[in-house]
């Protein structure tokens, strides 16, 4: 059904979403770019922050370009496979940035409290791997999902009152007793994001053990500030997803649902640039010598021609 049904709502959303998309697009555009180009930002915290960019812009990329050509059209409708590819890729995207966000937590881990183990334990191979790691099992997660949702029968209308193909509406679809195989899927799911969540709880209890015993004020204070934009980035995550997920429970309005769908596919891509870049004193720094770089040969561009 994608956006609200009255006109001047439908224009106000499609048109917040293209922005929204439009920046979170520039944002994680810059930070790939930055992680890429310069040589000061090549360690293991902005090698996963590169693939934490890529992942969140194709994990926008998935829902909201078609559901934009769907308002411009005045079209409501998908194919059954393309709807099968939603669920699959959204799901795969989240998996995957789930266990990219753990994967950094290992690495503030490792960076804090053995220091001095710390580049042979974030070697570039063990790096790749992790990120391998969290692709596959991300992979891996989003075909259990999308194995089990569509192999029930659906006796329901072909409509979903949502901008995109989501499990939780799709389930409502489903016959009588069909939705047992998905129902115990997602509750396996929740069981290990918990479990994960608490591992990650835990690493960060040492974490702050570790730094309060830094004696100065001005380490412990660097300490925090590389720790915090991924606590803020992995709790707007998951209870974002959470908030998400419990409302499909409740009765409420379609318009209502996009709201509550948006804090969980539209807003944590959009803001992990601007908690990263905003915050991160080297990625301003790059951000500076590649501006500068670029007016630098601007400059004697005109003076040549």
Known sequence: MGFPDAQGLQSLCATLFFLIYLAALTGNLLIIT??????????????????????????????VPKSLLNSLVSSHSISFMG?????????????????????????????????????????RGACVRMVTA??????????????????VRFCGPNIVHQFFCDVPSLLTLACSGENALEYAIIIGSCGFGVICFISTIVSYVHIFSTVLRIPSAKGRAKAFSTCLPH???????????????????????SSLKVIISMLYTVFPPTMNPVIYSLRNQHMQMALARMTAGKLSRIYCFDLYM
């Open 231 to 253: 606590i803020i980035v992995v709790t707007l995550f998951l209870f974002s997803g959470i908030i998400t997920y419990l409302a499909k429970n409740f009765k409420s309005s």
């Open 34 to 63: 930055l992680t890429t180009m310069d040589h000061h930002l090549r360690y293991p915290m902005y090698f996963f922050l590169k693939n934490l960019s890529l992942i969140d812009i194709c994990y926008l990329s998935v829902t």
């Open 83 to 123: 709807c099968a590819a939603q669920v699959f890729l959204v799901m795969c995207f989240a998996g995957t940035e789930f266990a990219l966000l753990l994967v950094m937590s290992y690495d503030r881990h490792a960076a804090i409290c053995r220091p001095l183990h710390y580049e042979a334990v974030m070697s």
């Open 134 to 151: 969290s692709w596959v099992s991300g992979c891996g997660y989003g075909s259990l999902h999308a194995t089990g949702t569509f192999s």
